[in-house]
């Protein structure tokens, strides 16, 4: 849809609808939507292959810094390609001991800048959408756009019920509600990289917005700030 370079910025806190929205805006743009996630997946795993323990801060460090775990992104066939050492482990890191490592490896402020780097060099060589809590403000902060995206509390929490029911839990409302409140204080109170509106991003409240209107929202600001 663009020839341009797009680099856009997305953060929100739980329940704000972040990655389902990129996921679409991604598709009708045809550009990469990163799943950073993945990227921590992809540390996880290179730390099992190379023998460290994820929660090993001294080793994990020398596995960065010695390029043992060389994370990279690629967008291929309308699906994102997660390569670690020029390996596509796109599968490979779905496993739940991949998983579990992920969980331990970003615990560490050495791993998280690390891939904060790789993500750059990733936003630099290629369009894509990026979602998170600090992408606005710490990882693209440059980004010609950025997206706040916020709902009130009980909306955001009516959402994260709906979705629990579908994957068949039983879940109480008002536990989660409090569950995403507590959430909300820890984003925005951690010590690194909390959850914050860069100065210069759009406030998109999404509260009485359908999908469809929110992702319209998020294209109509691409075309506002890139053009047709």
Do not use: W
């Amino acid at each position: 849809m663009y020839k341009k370079h797009l680099q856009i910025a997305v953060d929100g806190p739980v329940g704000s609808g972040k990655t389902s929205l990129c996921d679409e805006v991604a598709k009708r743009l045809n550009i990469l939507h990163l799943d950073t996630g993945a990227m921590y997946r992809a540390v996880g795993l290179a730390a099992i292959r190379n023998g460290i323990s994820p929660d090993d801060e001294e080793q994990l460090s020398r596995l960065c810094l010695e390029g043992l775990a060389l994370v990279d992104a690629i967008y291929k066939d309308n699906r994102q390609i997660t390569l670690l050492n020029n390996v596509d482990v796109s599968d490979d890191i779905r496993t739940e001991e991949a998983g579990l490592a992920a969980s331990s490896v970003s615990r560490f402020a050495v791993v998280r800048k690390y891939l904060v780097k790789l993500q750059q060099n990733i936003a630099d060589k290629q369009s894509l959408i990026m979602d998170g809590r600090d992408i606005g403000t710490v990882v693209l902060p440059h980004a010609p756009l950025k997206i706040f995206l916020t709902a009130n509390p009980r909306v955001r929490a009516q959402r994260r019920h709906k979705q629990l029911i579908e994957k068949g839990a039983n879940p109480d409302f008002e536990l989660v509600l409090q569950d995403l409140q507590k959430r909300d204080l820890q984003d925005s109170t951690r010590k690194i990289d909390p959850l914050k509106k860069a100065d210069d991003a759009i406030a998109l409240d999404t509260s009485d917005l359908s999908f469809e209107q929110s992702v319209q929202a998020i294209i109509n600001e691409v075309k506002r700030v890139y053009g047709e």
